[in-house]
């Protein structure tokens, strides 16, 4: 059996008796039931993740996985490619949004090279590149399916790497010109929605806009991947990213660690990874909504609501460092507010209160 097959094997349900505990000990604080809303399911949600009551995350990290995608070449999106290598590098920087949020936020971010179609060099820059840059899908498949694995694969051993550093929680984002083209496709095969799924991504004009969707639609008819198997879709019209990302999800849900969405490219990475094993959805954090129209529809698929409207749009995992702020928030609640049983109060004050 290969690695992939292994892990998703062994990914197990969240702990629904340590989520009742956890929802016991959330009734018993010094509130009114329900009065910290969804502060309230987070922290139940996060001890079924770990399986324990009282948690707290010291160390997170965003993965940001860069790729090239071969269907620019069709004119689906504004800016030139060499923004995705030029980023990249500046994300390491510390200059780009992802970094300066987190930075904010005391989280860390890794960067991986993993389909990027120049060779990139830079300190810190993690380079575990399947290939440079997929083909264009308008032609044919994006990628092998055996690359489409390793992608994934990779994305799962950078979880491993992060564990073993320490990490305890996880935000996912990317950064690839063309990425929201592959990213509708994957949506809408996976959802058997229309190009009421396709998007203007990082801007485009109203003629681009109608090219976009007819290349997006005929790559579909063209490939005619099999929306039962999920690494057949992402071969076919996905990306390296987005296969990065996967892997990601697949790998937090196995070490049983909680693991953010941030915008449309890695909630459709999110679906893909429940697709393989559903018992993948425990794990997942939603952070902002992101205004890329098939983001709402995978979410809704998944079950997933955000927590923030920001209007925001940008990618490379921003809404990541800000979902670990409400972790934290969620994890405060639960280890540091006192209980009514902890407080003298008689019990019929508190048969008033409550
Ligand atoms: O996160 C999102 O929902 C999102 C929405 C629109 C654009 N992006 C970012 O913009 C790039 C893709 O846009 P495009 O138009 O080149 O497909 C890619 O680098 C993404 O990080 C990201
Ligand atoms: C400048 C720039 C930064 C980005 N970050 C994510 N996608 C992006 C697209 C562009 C164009």
Partial sequence: ?????????????????????????????????????????????????????????????????????????EGVASSPQEITAMQTVNMLKGITGISVLSKAAGSDIRVVDI?????????????????????????????????????????????EELVAEGYSILGTGEMGIGNTSTSSAVAMVLTGCGEEAIGKGAGLDDEAYRKKKEVISNAISL?????????DVLSKVGGLDIG??????????????PVFVDGVISA?????????????????????????????IVMEELGLRPFLDMDMRLGEGSGCPMGFQIVDMACAMMNNMATFDEISLSDDFLVDIR
Avoid: W
Avoid at 9 to 23: F, G, L, Q, R, T
Avoid at 223 to 231: A, F, G, K, L, V
Avoid at 246 to 255: E, N, S, V
């Fill in 1 to 73: 059996m290969n690695k992939l097959d292994t892990i998703i094997e062994k990914i197990v349900p969240a702990d629904e008796s340590a989520k009742e505990s956890a929802s016991a000990r959330v009734d018993s604080l010094i509130k009114p039931i329900g009065s910290l809303g969804r502060l309230e399911d987070l922290a139940v949600q996060l001890a079924g993740i770990t399986g324990r009551v009282n948690n707290s995350f010291e160390k997170k990290c965003t993965v940001v996985m860069s790729s090239d995608n071969g269907v620019v070449e």
């Fill in 115 to 159: 389909g990027v179609k120049s060779d990139l060099d830079y300190p810190g820059l993690l380079v575990r590149k399947i290939k440079h840059g997929t083909d264009n899908m308008a032609k044919g498949p994006a990628m092998t399916r055996d690359e489409a694995i390793a992608s994934i694969e990779a994305g799962i051993e950078i979880v």
């Fill in 223 to 231: 490939n005619r991947p099999d929306s039962s198997d999920p690494i």
């Fill in 244 to 257: 990065g990302l996967t892997g990601c999800f697949l790998g937090a849900a196995y070490h049983r660690i």
């Fill in 268 to 296: 459709v990475a999110a679906l893909l990874a429940c697709r393989l094993n559903p018992n993948v959805k425990g794990y997942i954090l939603p952070s902002h909504i992101s205004m890329e129209p098939a983001y709402r």
